[in-house]
């Protein structure tokens, strides 16, 4: 979740096996494990005998290019640098301007239960229809991206590309906004604070980000919105319930002393989807893309 976020930045290393399995209280093989999902998933790089690394993200020079000419300019190098002509760009630039704007959005994600909150949440604060898929599902199925705007984190955009090259994308990073970190932090010590959330995945996010923020300063339980009976029975003792988005309504049934629903998009990216919404996206090329 640091890693998504921006809190460990591209280039900067991460503890050792060793060092995190003391600090976390746990085998060492679970963290080398873990560091391993990392690397596949394109989030870190392992360098033998030197450790550890947050991998670079891709498209940086373009995302550090100041001003809109200096952009344009950035993605006109890197055409011509591939091979393409002066009129197959002018062509392709053309085509983008007289397309239509997408009518939808499309979350990709290696882990689908991540892929469906981000879908749902999405729904919900824009108010457009919003599938969902793994970067495989968009590789088998070019239906899956046909009129939608990608969404994906800046760890999976290059793999997606590669999988769908007519694609519009864009890219998001999930994140606990800063609402939320305060309303933990203003907690006494002591305080019990049971988390709901309906993925797997970001089950285990919110156990680290929690412990990140508080240490053992607080009592954490995290608990799946598919098992009641689980959550329920803990509900009444809880100084704060933290539920997602989609866990909020039946968390809320159960009367929590103090609930506070946790998003996973910041307002700030919401905005920038808006914008996106409405900038054209063409159609797939005749030509296939260069390799």
Known sequence: MKILEG???PGQKLPSVRALARRLDIHANTVSAAYRDLEAA????????????????????????RGLDEMIRTALHAAFRRGYTGREVRVAVERWLAASPPDRLAVVDPAVDVAALVA????????????????EDARRDPGLLSGALAVTSPYHAEA???AAPSAAIEIIHLEMPEEGRQVLRGLPPGAIVLVVVDSPTVQGFARTLLRSLRGDEIHVEVRLLGAPREW???VGAADLVVADLRSAPAVERSRPRKLHVARLVPAATLARLRDALSVVVPGPANRPARP
């Open 232 to 234: 329920r029975r803990l």
């Open 42 to 65: 394109g989030v870190v790089r392992l360098q033998r005998g030197a450790g550890v690394f947050v991998r670079e993200r891709t498209g940086g020079d373009l995302e550090s290019a």
């Open 160 to 162: 997606l590309r590669e």
């Open 7 to 9: 809190t460990l930045a």
């Open 120 to 135: 749902y949440e999405l729904e919900q604060s824009l108010g457009l229809p919003v599938s969902h898929g793994t970067v």
